[in-house]
């Protein structure tokens, strides 16, 4: 008995052995056009170069260059597709470097020895910071006053008889009722003088102390330039308010400061709210701070920066709010916005060139041990480099699986693999009912 195959049927195995002929062929030609392009056979996936521009080395030492924002747009965020490679396309490990602030802070055992009051003139602290007093150049005045403002004189003695006089005025306050925590802390010249004296000038009344903290801070300053992008006023301003805000594009995590270049009035207290959004709608506050200058007795204090985390999220967008309540808008010149840049650092070997290779959204984060290899004082001693201009790899072969890239495609095989099939089943159906020929 032999086995009939019904025309349909072999029409349908014909067409779908056509389309998985077609298929692979489109498949081959891909790989194929993959193969030739400027950057090595091994980073076909990487849609973007830079030559990195470094004199010539007689011996290996570490270099450094820093990625301009255009890169962060086409790279991944945080920089994970980010490589480095020499001449001949052997993958070189780098770290990422910033010279961020650090600061610490110690306190120094001290007993309060005096706290008094002489009407019309002062209240008057003696700290006594012990003998062998090592360096210190700040204190903080703990105190439950909550809506205050008071200039402070500070003096240092080796004996507690003779006195030196080692900040002539400070201010410390606080607007509990207006939300602003102020400032506690009075810096001084550095000394390493066993006593303290601190007179809070205001003599009408006593200032009350709970306590006061001897303290020895240091502060290393952190790398600031300008960022490219530039805020301009939000619409809709009123009297209340001033709005800027800032389109940052994929680099905006990395901006760490605004600044602010108030020409009026003289003298100014005001509240300012950073916020940052992914879409530039709905927005989360990063820093609430305040911006002052005002003048007491010949001394100006002034504070026109506000300091904004490290890496914070959905960034894209920036907005800076000052919040005027009553009084006029400052007369001022836009805020500017500072960023801390990072430093690509590699070691480069004599006699080889290198690229810095980037654009690949499939790749994982690199991990090397040089990072851990190194210390911040070396790293910020790497010999620095500059970046050329952005190279497209004509050769690109996008790194997702085939099947996400045509999609389409696979979707109109599928549909007119189902359709014959579909077509082939009603056939054999029709000639069932119909039943065997004779």
Do not use: C
């Amino acid at each position: 008995m032999s086995t009939r195959v019904q025309p349909g049927a072999a029409r349908t195995r014909a067409i779908v052995a056509t389309l998985a002929a077609a298929l692979a062929m489109l498949a081959a030609s891909r790989f194929e056009t993959s193969a030739a392009g400027p950057l090595p056979s091994a980073w076909t996936h990487w849609h973007y170069s830079r030559a990195i521009e470094l004199a010539s080395a007689d011996a290996a030492q570490l270099a450094s260059v820093v990625p301009p924002l255009e890169v962060y747009n086409h790279a991944k965020p945080g920089l994970s597709d980010l490589r480095v490679i020499d001449d001949q396309g052997t993958e070189t490990p780098y770290a990422i470097f910033q010279r961020e602030e650090t600061s610490h802070t110690s306190s120094l055992p001290a007993t309060l020895r005096e706290n008094s009051f002489t009407p019309g003139q002062f209240t008057q602290l003696v700290i006594d910071a012990g003998p062998r007093t090592p360096f210190h150049n700040a204190l903080r005045i703990d105190t439950l006053n909550t809506d205050f403002i008071e200039w402070v004189q500070v003096e240092a003695s080796d004996d507690g008889h003779v006195w030196r006089v080692v900040q002539e005025r400070a201010p410390i306050f606080r607007f509990q009722k207006q939300n602003h925590q102020g400032v506690q802390i009075v810096k001084y010249s550095e000394n390493n003088a066993q006593y303290v004296r601190v007179r809070i000038l205001d003599g009408g009344k006593k200032f009350w102390v709970t306590g006061a903290q001897v303290l020895h801070e240091t502060l290393e300053p952190a790398e600031r330039v300008p960022a490219d992008s530039a805020l301009s006023l939000a619409p809709n301003q009123d009297g209340n308010r001033t709005i800027w805000s800032a389109d940052l594009g994929a680099a905006g995590s990395l901006v760490r400061e605004v600044r602010f270049d108030v020409t009026a009035p003289a003298e100014f207290i005001r509240s300012v709210d950073v916020s940052s959004s992914p879409d530039g709608k709905d927005w989360n506050t990063l820093r609430a701070a305040e911006i002052y200058r005002y003048r007491r007795e010949n001394a100006e204090q002034e504070q026109l920066s506000v300091a904004l985390p490290k890496g914070f999220p959905g960034s894209r967008y920036i907005r800076v709010k000052i919040l005027n309540g009553n009084d006029a808008p400052l007369t001022m010149e836009v805020p500017q916005l500072y960023l801390t840049p990072r430093h690509i650092v590699f070691a480069q070997r004599p006699g080889r060139s290198y690229f810095l290779i980037y654009g690949q959204e499939m790749a994982k984060d690199a991990n090397y041990d040089l990072e851990r290899r190194l210390d911040a004082k070396q790293m910020a001693a790497a010999i620095s480099g500059q970046l050329g201009p952005e190279e497209i790899n004509t050769s690109w072969v996008d790194p997702r699986p085939w099947t996400e890239t045509h999609d389409v495609f696979l979707w109109f095989v599928l549909v007119v693999a189902v359709m014959m099939i579909g077509y082939a089943a009603v056939r054999s159906l029709r000639r069932s009912v119909a039943g065997p020929e004779r």
